[in-house]
């Protein structure tokens, strides 16, 4: 079971950081990531990061967003900073293991002045 949080209403050029956490054994073996979905948009991937640790990045918030996890606490977290208004979307976070994917239920980021 995975929980997000860290969601808000934030101005373009402001910063958030995302937390997602996992319940369960299998979290320091999994590969984890954030996905996003803009209303009338379909879902897409913004940050993967593996149980090793490595990451990558969609182009659009390369150099902006950092994705990293502590694997004692089973959290992964995403620090997202000069938050453009494209950013808006609802932010989930997915657990990949052996085949099998979780998602969390989601957290409203809306970049607004």
């Known amino acids: 079971q995975l929980q997000a949080s860290g969601g808000g209403l934030v101005q373009p050029g402001g910063s958030l950081r995302l937390s997602c956490a996992a319940s369960?054994?299998?979290?320091?073996?999994?590969?984890m990531a954030w996905h996003r979905q803009a209303s009338g948009k379909q879902r897409e991937w913004v940050a993967i990061?593996?149980?090793?640790?490595?990451?990558i990045y969609a182009d659009s918030v390369k150099g902006r967003f950092t994705i990293s996890r502590d694997n004692a606490k089973s959290m992964v977290y995403l620090q997202m900073n000069s938050l453009k208004p494209e950013d808006t979307a609802v932010y989930y976070c997915?657990?990949?293991?052996?085949?099998?994917?979780?998602w969390g239920q989601g957290t409203q980021v809306t970049v607004s002045s």
């Open positions: 997915k657990l990949v293991r052996s085949g099998a994917i979780a």
């Open positions: 990061i593996s149980s090793g640790g490595s990451a």
């Open positions: 369960g054994s299998i979290f320091s073996a999994a590969t």
